[in-house]
Each structure stands twice: as structure tokens, then as C-alpha cells.
């Protein structure tokens, strides 16, 4: 009809003080003044909505009103949480680092027993820590993947075996201080009753009901607060009537907001990989044949002669290939660093002394033959690294002592398609040798805590520099 109003798109239909049809015909100031009234309300809404986002912090709000200190009851759950973790051995979890776009998410499973963290990072704010996590209280690995899906997913439960990394990060943010997070989750003892805990509600998470407390925790805490916590920025923990924590959220130490959603019925046996030990099996002392086997070791080396080698190093990040001939007293090896592989180290070594000479990348994967004239003339120096005492290690093999009670069988395994037997035969000196007495690996640990491994196919070498001309005359036999 002409001269009719159009309806406003904002105001609810029908309303008799918005619409103007409640609006006697004499009083048409009247819908003007409301309307008017409801702008001016409107804008100071939008402005104090505004400020309020401004000053908005990702803390939630106490809930002051239903605050208060826990009951006894309460206490004894709270205490008791790190424990049943504990004894529970293993969860999955699924944490979330920051926010927006600058969130990481990792998913993947917590062993309180082992201890091991075992994670698939990624999320938007991933970058260069994209891939797989494998951690120990002491020791972080990473196998950076900076291809692989954005969206979050648990890792496969058999992890690669290759391209691990040993990453040192700054403690207390990012990946190490996920890791403490995580591990500090779990207790062997009762913790002390913390005064400062309070009840904050209740609610239900997954179907289970919860208490949802707010409570200080170590692994959160700031250096600087890490006698006195304040009581703002405490995480709030949501912990069933069994004293099992589903849900945390907080800040790690740096500030940077954290959520741990933990899965109380996915608890997979993890497997670390081998740079962490492999599974740790079942230590015993040896049988008569693992003890037999392991006693005629030097007379097999020398019988196979040499074998081919490829280096894996986590702790140095390098890996390599070449030969070791036992029949000769020589190994010789070329390393690539997988942060520098536009160079190549080659190691030539005989019992006791080791030299190195680095070279451009270039040709085959193994080290050049014959070796540089330069190599060839350098004087040794005694093992020094990792690589260098594993390589002495693995050449002296026909040195190795008689078997003894502090020689242990940690597990049996598979490599190169063969059963063996992982024999530690002192303290972080492994072999693993197969049913016929030929050694497939011998790995060393390194002072940080990664296994250094030598993989070894026995068979034919070609004459490598400073290997004695003649093979000298085997053992007799024990």
C-alpha cells in the first residue's frame, strides 16, 4: 500500500513497539522516540562488546560464585591423580598448543610406564616440527615431515624406522615442554594435598561425569613461580570419581595456552624405535646357545671375512655407508650430515685410530676406490665421537670378551629378514646376532641416551685403504 513503512530486516515480526502498528495514528512520534532509544542502547553495546574483545584473555573466568575449597574427599582425587595415571600405564591424547592459526595440534598416546611420548604434530602453526614425536624424559626425537596432511591424526602404530633426528629444543615451550607436560602427568607417589586447589564445578565429559578443579601443577608452573604459584594462570583439571584426569587446560611455562583431551580407553602398547632402544623385551642371561653363539663370535667375523655397514647416527645426525673387513684390521666409511648434503665425511679406521677427510658430494652413495691419496696418508687419532667408537667397536668384534654374567639377551628381533638374538654384552654395547652366529648389528649408546647403530650384510669386501695384505690365520676353535 502506498506510503506504508517497509518492515526492518533487524526487528522481530509482530512486535507492537517496533513495527509501528501498535502506534495510534495521533502519536506517530512515539515508534520514532523508541526507535531512537534502541540505536543509542545499541551502540553502547557494540562498544562496550568491543572493548570487551580487546581485553578478552583465553583464561577462563572463575566462576566465582560456585568456587570453593575442596572437600576432603576431593583432595585425596586430586592428590591420588598423577598415581592413577601411573598405574593406568598408558592413554591416548590429543593437545592443542595456541590458538587460531598459530595452533599446533598433536594426537597420538602418553606411556607413564616406560616412560614414552609418541606423537603425530601438526595443525597451521606445525612448521618445521611437522611429522613424528617420539620422546623419553631425557631424549627427543623428531622425524620432520613437512609434507603430510595439516589435519590431525594418530601416528601409525609401528613407526618408520628411518630419517629419526635427535632435536635439542629450548625447554619449556614448544615440543619439550609438551613432552615434560605430558610425562609429568604420571607419579610414582601420592602428591601432597595442594591448600590453594579449589572446586570450580561439575560436568560431563565424553559421558563421564566430572569435577572440574583448578589446581597448580609442576610441568606448568613458570621458573619463576615455581616455589610461590600464583593462583591465576593455574590449569583447570576435569578428574572423575576415580581420580582419572580427562580433560587439562592451562599454559605451558612460556605462556602459550595448552589443552590435553586424554583418551582413558585407547591405550596401545608403543613401540620406540630403534634409536630409543627398540621394544625393550624381557632382559635374561644368556642360554647355552646364545652363549655359545656369542663365544664363537670372532671365529665367524674372521670366516665371513668383512661385511658391508650402514650408519645410522640420530644423536649426530648423519647416516652413511661402506665396508668393514675383519680379515684386515680396516673399516671404511662415507657420512652424509642430513643438514649439510652438499658434503660427505669419509672415515677410514683400523683398531684404536680413526681419520677422517671431508669431501664435496658427488658419485655413489659409498666411499670412493680407491681412497683419496690424502686419506690414505693421514695419521690416525683415537675414537673420539659416537660414530668413531661405534665403528672401533664393530672392527675390534673379534676382540670381544668370552661371555660373562654381565653379558644379558634383551630380546630376540628381526633384521635383513632374519631372526637374532639383541645380546648387550656390557653396558651399551649391543650385538645382535642370528641363529647361525653372524652378526646382523651392533649398536652403541651415546651419552644423550640414542642407540648409534651399525648394520652389517657379512659377505665379500673390496680391498679398502689400510687393510693388511694377508688375512691372518683363524682361531682354533673353543
Not at 259 to 281: H, I, K, M, S
Not at 319 to 343: C, F, I, K, N, Q
Not at 382 to 406: F, I, K, N, S, T
Amino acid at each position: 500500500m502506498a506510503g506504508e513503512r517497509p518492515a526492518d530486516p533487524f526487528a522481530p515480526p509482530g512486535h507492537p513497539e517496533l513495527d509501528g502498528t501498535g502506534d495510534p495514528p495521533e502519536q506517530p512520534t512515539r515508534r520514532r522516540a523508541v526507535l531512537i532509544a534502541l540505536a543509542v542502547a545499541a551502540t553502547a553495546s557494540a562498544a562496550a562488546l568491543v572493548a570487551g574483545l580487546l581485553s578478552w584473555s583465553p583464561e577462563p573466568a572463575e566462576p566465582t560464585a560456585t568456587a570453593r575449597p575442596l572437600t576432603a574427599a576431593e583432595a585425596d582425587r586430586l592428590a591420588a591423580l598423577r598415581v592413577t595415571n601411573q598405574r593406568d600405564v598408558r592413554a591416548g591424547v590429543r593437545v592443542t598448543v595456541g590458538a587460531g592459526d598459530g595452533r599446533t595440534e598433536l594426537v597420538g598416546w602418553v606411556d607413564w610406564a616406560r616412560p614414552l611420548v609418541y606423537l603425530d604434530v601438526s595443525g597451521p602453526g606445525a612448521g618445521a616440527e611437522r611429522g613424528l614425536v617420539q620422546a623419553t624424559a631425557s631424549t627427543l626425537l623428531v622425524r620432520p615431515d613437512p609434507g603430510a596432511t595439516p589435519a590431525p591424526a594418530p601416528p601409525p602404530l609401528v613407526p618408520p624406522d628411518d630419517r629419526w633426528r635427535l632435536r635439542e629444543l629450548p625447554a619449556g615451550r614448544g615440543l619439550p615442554a609438551v613432552r615434560d607436560l605430558l610425562l609429568g602427568l604420571g607419579a610414582a607417589r601420592v602428591d601432597a594435598t595442594e591448600p590453594e586447589a579449589r572446586w570450580l564445578g561439575a560436568e560431563t565429559v565424553d559421558g563421564v561425569p566430572v569435577d572440574v578443579f583448578r589446581a597448580p601443577l609442576s610441568a606448568l608452573r613458570p621458573a619463576a613461580q615455581a616455589t610461590a604459584p600464583a593462583r591465576e594462570g593455574q590449569p583447570r583439571l576435569w578428574v572423575d570419581r576415580d581420580a582419572r584426569l580427562h580433560r587439562l587446560a592451562g599454559r605451558l611455562p612460556d605462556g602459550t595456552p595448552v589443552t590435553v583431551e586424554l583418551a582413558r580407553t585407547d591405550r596401545p602398547t608403543l613401540r620406540p624405535v630403534a634409536a630409543l632402544g627398540g621394544r625393550p623385551g624381557l632382559p635374561r642371561a644368556l642360554s647355552d646357545a646364545e652363549a655359545d653363539r656369542l663365544a664363537r663370535l670372532p671365529a665367524r667375523l674372521r670366516a665371513a671375512g668383512g661385511a658391508g655397514l650402514t650408519l645410522a647416527a640420530p644423536s649426530a645426525g648423519l647416516h652413511g655407508t661402506g665396508w668393514v673387513s675383519w680379515a684386515g684390521s680396516a673399516a671404511y666409511l662415507s657420512m652424509v650430515e642430513g643438514d649439510d648434503p652438499g658434503r660427505r665425511t669419509l672415515v677410514r679406521a683400523w683398531p684404536g685410530s680413526v681419520a677422517r677427510l671431508v669431501v664435496p658430494a658427488g658419485g655413489a652413495a659409498g666411499p670412493p676406490l680407491p681412497a683419496p691419496a690424502e686419506l690414505r696418508r693421514m695419521g690416525g687419532q683415537p675414537p673420539r665421537d659416537d660414530v668413531e667408537r661405534l665403528l672401533d667397536a664393530a672392527l675390534r668384534g673379534d676382540a670381544a670378551p668370552a661371555p660373562a654374567a654381565a653379558a644379558v639377551r634383551i630380546r630376540d628381533d628381526r633384521v635383513a629378514d632374519r631372526t637374532v638374538d639383541v645380546i648387550e654384552v656390557r653396558a651399551g654395547l649391543r650385538w645382535w646376532i642370528d641363529r647361525n652366529g653372524l652378526p646382523r648389528r651392533v649398536e652403541l649408546r651415546s651419552a644423550g641416551g640414542v642407540w648409534v647403530r651399525l648394520d652389517l650384510a657379512p659377505g665379500r669386501v673390496p680391498a679398502l685403504p689400510g687393510a693388511e695384505r694377508t688375512a691372518r690365520p683363524p682361531a682354533k676353535r673353543r
